[in-house]
Every structure is written in structure tokens, then in C-alpha cells.
């Protein structure tokens, strides 16, 4: 079981709404099809990088539900798998860099936008 957010990088929406449908077309476009596969841009890198270096993805740190974090990462968006019991504290942290980093992050399981 994991908790699911979605950083990506692009114009903040101005609503929920308007973020779950941009959400919608982005995982769609580059991340549900494995036709083409699209590097992640430099900030996506970059911000990955963060995470993960505060947050490590081997395979023992009980923190990611499929690492490697950047192998969910695709053109502007990442896709976070966090497991469950790490998930409130990672999600935070994680939320809070994406600000930082100027990147949008959406939570799709309560269809919202984070702080």
C-alpha cells in the first residue's frame, strides 16, 4: 500500500479542479503510455535529487514504495510512491521542497492541491 503525490512542473492551477485535470493529462501523456519515453526536465531532476538525498530510494530505507524515485519520472512530472507509514512525514517534506522548487504538488488520492 502507498501514498501517492504528484509534483510537476508548469503554472500553478487556481483551483483544485483545474489541477486535477491537468493531473489527468499530464500522468496520461507521459506517464500511462510506454510507447515514448520522455527524459524528466532538469527541474524534475533536480528536485528529485533533493528528495532523495534527505529521503535515500535504495531498497532498505522502507521509505519508497518503488524506487528508484526517478524511474516514476517522466518529461515535467514525477510520480511519488511513498509507503504508507512514512507517508504524513515524507509527503510533508516533499510538498514543502516542491514550493521550493517552484513545482506544483498534487495529492490525487483527496483530489487536492498542497500547500
Known sequence: MSYDLAVWDGDRP?????AGSTYDELFERYLESDDVVVPPVPRIVAYVEA???RYPDDEG????AS???IGEASGPMVYLLMSYGKAEEVSEYA???A???GLVCFDPQAERLRP
Open 14 to 18: 487556481l483551483n483544485d479542479g483545474q
Open 51 to 53: 528528495l532523495v538525498a
Open 61 to 64: 530505507s522502507g521509505v519508497w
Open 67 to 69: 524506487p528508484p524515485v
Open 95 to 97: 510538498s514543502a521542497l
Open 99 to 101: 514550493r521550493e522548487h
